[in-house]
């Protein structure tokens, strides 16, 4: 059935597996590591030269980052006088006009002038207003802000930032929704803040519309007050932080609390080589792909303790103030700023279900499972997909429903309604509630997918693929639901696994699509959904073994690449990725080639078979 050995694969599992352990912090769950982030570095010195030059006793302390931020960007800029986002990015025209529009800022421009010059090159090569503008078409969340810095700088006309109507977030968050903002739910701050900040420099030339603005510029700071977390970074992300606080700041305000309060945060976010990323932490969600990842003989029982107390302790049990969130719900860091959404609840209730074989932990797991069930099944949208933060805002990217996150979604409802009944009673209004919203989400599934058989994420890209989309990763993550929830021998499902074996490259492992280079996370994802009982794709799925195994053993497996999306196209890689990607697959792959020790023969490949352990399986091959 197969060329690989048993003996082959477990080795590589539990290679991979002790150098996931290994990352753990010393309170036992992940953090991970963001990569550094030229386009948050770029906003961080913004800002920081903002202040230093309306409170110049604040210079000494802060122009050492000042400087150390600047030299870092010279550095990393790329051979065609742009900058990505991440190191391993390619140039795009936002983060070069942000690093452009940092170098005026502070200052320094001249000391830097062959870096300044490459990068007006690339500018002027690109198409700079109108190339931003291009790039995220209607959704203003992040032009805005990218031109906001740049006029601060001095480098484009105020009246090239399009105005947005922050008198909007005076109204009660429940109306949003109905108003057609043109920034996505997550984005209030930098739609108060930029809104005014434009508003002072080029206010309306409609009289009424202006006397509006004037008379909500103090309740709408009042109310930006309010939503800032205590960290001070909001949603612990750099650019935005530095975008709202550098606002503040050219507006006179460099004294308010949400100032104070943003740079503090930048002052404790920097790196040492004076870099920033692009948010703090991922904790919650590399933790729960960890978890996943890893069979549970692998991770010794103490750890599950505390990765399960850890969990609990993340879940959102109050009304979340900036989103307004129900109770419930799980956010992707451990820290303030970050907020409940629709892809880390699922992740944290997979998770937990998993741990809560651990009796005296059982009670609280499902106690903690229903309410992030209960959760979901209220931020279900209407055409039966899920969207990342708040139900029916409308058409934005990041609001709208999307086919990765729906298919996590199901997955963790149905764990839920499987589970067997002597461990957990589920309240059967829930359960008609999960099956209704089950067979809902498989519906948006089927109309979401591509007529290639393809589906689309919306939280992961490739800067490789035509308009850096990847349906390898958004069609890897559809299967996996449809497997979970045996329903491969839908039409849909057969069609996205044919696609899925004919994009895989001639080295046998996988790209964002066919003919892109291969990496460890998007090989990973590929063969962890071709773990399945069909013969048709087992060479297939084997050679991407093989292409695992092979960086296991040339010490490659955790190289991450650049496949993250962190909001409006904007690019990052987490160091953990490549090892949470790849023990999941090596695991799964180890699953299917259980065997009963009573009788040697080779079992089908199921989820079912997701418990089984690597150290309990034969070394003899296959």
């Not at 903690?368 to 990217?397: K, S």
Request: proline fraction near 6%; charge should be negative.
């Amino acid at each position: 059935m197969t060329l690989l050995s048993l003996h082959e694969l477990r080795d590589a599992y539990e290679r991979a597996a002790s150098a996931l352990l290994a990352e753990a912090t010393p309170a036992g769950h992940w953090e991970g590591e963001l990569s550094a982030s030229a386009l948050s570095t770029a906003t961080a010195i913004a800002t920081l030269s903002l202040l230093s030059t309306k409170v110049p006793a604040r210079m000494e302390s802060i122009k050492p980052w000042i400087e150390r931020g600047l030299a870092w960007l010279a550095e990393k800029q790329n051979p065609d006088g742009g900058w990505g986002d991440t190191v391993l990015s390619v140039s795009n025209i936002s983060t070069t006009m942000l690093a452009r529009a940092a170098f005026a800022l502070s200052g320094e421009a001249a000391r830097y002038a062959d870096v300044v010059n490459a990068a007006i090159g690339y500018i002027d090569r690109q198409g700079g207003v109108a190339a931003v503008h291009a790039r995220y078409g209607t959704d203003r969340t992040f032009s805005a802000p990218i031109l906001t810095q740049c006029a601060l700088a001095g480098l484009v006309d105020w009246r090239e930032v399009s105005p947005l109507p922050f008198e909007l977030a005076w109204l009660p968050h429940s109306f949003y929704k109905f108003v057609s903002l043109p920034v996505v739910s997550y984005a209030l701050p930098a739609l108060i803040a930029i809104g005014q900040v434009r508003h002072t420099f080029a206010p309306s030339r409609n009289p009424l519309l202006r006397t509006i603005r004037n008379t909500a510029v103090a309740p709408t700071l009042a109310k930006l007050t309010t939503i800032q977390p205590t960290s001070g970074g909001f949603l612990e992300a750099t650019p935005l932080t530095s975008f709202v606080t550098m606002s503040l700041i050219a507006m006179g305000h460099a004294d308010h609390p949400v100032v104070h309060r943003g740079v503090q945060f930048l002052l404790d976010s920097v790196r040492d080589d004076g870099s920033w990323p692009i948010d703090t932490n991922l904790a919650t969600w590399v933790t729960t792909l960890s978890v996943h990842g890893l069979d549970m003989d692998t991770l010794p029982e103490s750890q599950q303790r505390v990765l399960a107390e850890w969990l609990l302790g993340q879940q959102n049990l109050v009304t979340h103030p900036y989103t307004q969130a129900a109770p419930g719900g799980w956010a992707w860091t451990d820290l303030s700023g970050g907020v409940p959404d629709a892809d880390d609840t699922p992740g944290a209730i997979l998770a937990l279900l998993k741990l809560s074989h651990l009796n005296d932990l059982t009670h609280r797991c499902h106690q903690a499972v229903a309410r992030g069930v209960d959760w979901l099944l209220d931020l279900q949208n209407r055409d039966g997909g899920w969207p990342t933060f708040c139900r029916g805002w409308g058409t934005l990217p990041f609001d709208r429903s999307s086919a990765d996150i729906t298919a996590h979604c199901l997955r963790a409802l149905h764990a839920w309604r499987t589970l067997p009944a002597k461990v957990k009673t589920v309240d059967p209004a829930q359960r008609t509630r999960i099956d209704r919203a089950i067979t809902n989400g498989m519906r948006y599934l089927a109309r979401r997918q591509r007529a290639d058989g393809s589906w689309l994420p919306l939280w992961f890209g490739n800067q490789n693929v035509a308009n850096d989309e990847n349906p390898l990763y958004g069609t890897a993550r559809v299967l996996m639901a449809f497997r979970d929830l045996d329903r491969l021998n839908d039409a849909e499902p057969q069609r996205g696994l044919r696609w899925l074996a004919s994009q895989q490259n001639d080295d046998g492992g996988w790209g964002g699509q066919g003919g892109v280079t291969s990496t460890v996370e998007e090989t990973a994802l590929a063969v962890d959904a071709l773990c399945i009982e069909d013969d048709r794709f087992d060479h297939i799925r084997d050679r991407g073994l093989q292409w695992l195994i092979d960086r296991v053993n040339n010490g490659s497996i955790a190289e991450p690449s650049p496949i993250g999306f962190y909001f409006a196209k904007l690019w990052y890689f987490e160091r953990l990725y490549p090892l949470t990607f790849a023990v999941s697959a090596l695991r799964q792959a180890l699953a299917c080639r259980g065997q009963d020790p009573n009788n040697h023969e080779q079992l089908p490949c199921s989820v079912a078979d997701a418990s089984v352990s690597p150290a309990a399986l034969p070394c003899e091959s296959v």
